[in-house]
């Protein structure tokens, strides 16, 4: 079945740098693919989320790349804030499955 | 506001006690799912339904069993819970593949 890899485990950035989280998946058929915020202590929260035919969205600061020869999505936040310190998760799922398997996510620490 | 609700927020059971854990939807949504968390696995699916009276296998269901009584309502049930299940649970809604709305998650200590 569908692997997703998430990379890396922890990252810790500047405040007003960039910060970029790589998911590799193993499915060629993988059709829909998302992005969740985890802040301390809360669920998870949706960013953004693009379909297999988008090979970059972006909104409020994140932009999403889609390389489907790759098998490979990133999240890119740039300048980042405090605000940004979390746990993100990437997710990806088929049409005709309803569940999102999801990669190990990435601690992401805003360094003042 | 749609949203989904979790109970109890924390929990902490006997090795070899049942426990239940709760999840309200006001969503409407069809689909409905379990997860559980730890460190290093990310997000793990446990069971999922997709709707009232349904319930299918996700990656890791061994020791669960699930119930959907209803659109609203999905509890996930540790018949025989052991010191392995501690963990934190999230349940989400959603529809089809599309995006899930996550509860704040139930934290479940076995000793």
């Known amino acids: 079945g569908e692997q997703v890899e998430q990379r890396p485990p922890h990252l810790s950035v500047r405040e007003g740098d960039s910060a970029i989280i790589i998911c590799t998946y193993t499915d060629s058929a993988t059709a829909y693919f998302s992005w969740y915020k985890q802040e301390a202590g809360a669920g998870l929260q949706l960013l953004m989320s693009?379909?297999?035919?988008?090979d970059r969205k972006e909104e409020q600061g994140l932009t999403v790349l889609l390389n489907k020869k790759d098998k490979r999505l990133s999240l890119n936040l740039t300048a980042a804030h405090p605000g940004d310190s979390a746990v993100y998760f990437c997710?990806?799922?088929?049409?005709?499955?309803?569940?999102?398997?999801f990669g190990q996510g990435t601690k992401l620490s805003i360094k003042p | 506001e749609a949203a989904v609700t979790q109970s109890p927020r924390n929990k902490v059971a006997v090795t070899g006690g049942k426990v239940t854990l709760s999840c309200n939807q006001t969503n409407n949504h069809n689909n409905m799912y379990w997860y559980r968390q730890d460190t290093g696995h990310g997000l793990r699916l446990i069971h999922y339904s997709y709707g009232a009276g349904s319930t299918e296998k996700g990656d890791i269901p061994d020791g669960y069993k699930a119930s959907r009584p209803s659109q609203e309502n999905f509890s996930l049930i540790l018949e025989l819970a052991t010191p392995s299940q501690t963990s934190v649970y999230f349940c989400?809604?959603?529809?089809?593949?599309?995006?899930?709305?996550f509860g704040s998650g139930t934290r479940l200590l076995v000793i």
């Open positions: 693009v379909l297999s035919n988008v």
């Open positions: 989400a809604s959603g529809t089809g593949f599309s995006d899930y709305t």
């Open positions: 997710a990806a799922s088929h049409y005709n499955q309803g569940k999102l398997i």
